[in-house]
């Protein structure tokens, strides 16, 4: 008899801790429905962040445009020689960008500088047979142009854990916010009794009012996450811009008297531009102080 109530006294015993652990442990169920919840809200989430880095330039001429007209040779043959992606410009940006199921829709205004470079030549020749006697003229130019951007862009983010690849397509407005232009002229002298070459100091302009108020155009490319263990995401993006509309003021092409007098007149131009960029992104939303969304599996 007394052993029955010894068994009895064990089993409640241990029924009692059974129970006890039972209600310490959540049960499946409560797991999967806590990892649902968590799946939910990380299919959204907003983002804040700076970018920065370095564009070239690429310029297509939608026509061109003198003030010096030759009259006994080809006009073509003394038109500008565009340098493209020559020259080393800046971009430093702020981004905000929501994300929603790998979509993210994102506005990066934008301070762009950028900077582009021509050459032409002119040359006068006398009529005698050897043409013995002539003035070469050869003129170098750079464009410096400052705008603020404000692009619309959607990205599509292909998977990934840490590293996240994406791709991106968008619209842009570009403000004209700034501009100077450099002429160096150099040459040879060979009509006043010998040959005599010269370079001239550069003249450098304010030429503002030489650029359109503003342009618009599509942009593309393609980008990585890199995600730390604090959810703060690092940023590669390369993007190209191409411009749609003319950046020259037709109004004011000929209104600068300094580059006038040294025979220059701005073409019509669409601008291109290329830019590599690296930033930081910081979350805006979170479930817990020690929550991390590289957790998921």
């Not at 009895?8 to 801790?17: K, R, S, T, Y």
């Not at 003198?66 to 020689?81: E, F, H, R, V, W």
């Not at 650029?211 to 604090?230: D, H, R, S």
Request: aromatic share 14%; proline share 2%.
């Amino acid at each position: 008899m007394k052993n029955l109530y010894l068994l009895l006294l064990c089993l409640l015993l241990a029924a009692n801790v059974s129970l006890a652990q039972s209600k310490k442990r959540k049960s499946p169920a409560a797991y999967n429905k806590q990892n649902k919840e968590n799946e939910r809200f990380l299919e959204k989430q907003w983002w804040l962040g700076i970018t920065g880095g370095m564009n070239l330039t690429r310029v297509n001429v939608i026509t061109n445009f003198s003030i010096i007209s030759p009259t006994n040779y080809d006009a073509s043959a003394s038109g500008k020689k565009y340098k493209n992606f020559n020259l080393v410009g800046s971009q430093f940006s702020m981004e905000a960008m929501f994300y929603y199921k790998r979509f993210t829709f994102s506005t990066q205004p934008t301070f762009q500088h950028s900077r582009f470079a021509y050459s032409n030549q002119y040359t006068w020749l006398t009529s005698t047979e050897n043409n013995s006697n002539y003035v070469q003229l050869n003129y170098a130019q750079e464009q410096k142009a400052d705008h603020v951007l404000i692009p619309l862009l959607i990205k599509y983010e292909l998977g990934g854990n840490k590293l996240r690849p994406y791709v991106q397509i968008g619209w842009f407005q570009a403000i004209r916010v700034g501009a100077t232009k450099s002429v160096t002229v150099s040459g040879i002298d060979q009509a006043s009794g010998g040959k005599n070459e010269f370079s001239d100091e550069p003249v450098t302009v304010g030429a503002k009012d030489l650029f359109a108020k503003n342009y618009w155009g599509f942009t593309g490319g393609a980008g990585v996450y890199y995600t730390l263990g604090n959810n703060v995401r690092l940023n590669l993006d390369v993007q190209y811009k191409y411009g749609m509309s003319n950046i020259t003021s037709t109004k004011n092409r000929y209104s600068n008297d300094r580059l006038a007098g040294i025979g220059d007149a701005m073409d019509d131009l669409n601008m291109d531009n290329l830019s590599v960029s690296v930033g930081c992104l910081f979350p805006l939303r979170f479930l817990e102080s020690g929550f991390k969304s590289l957790d998921r599996k």
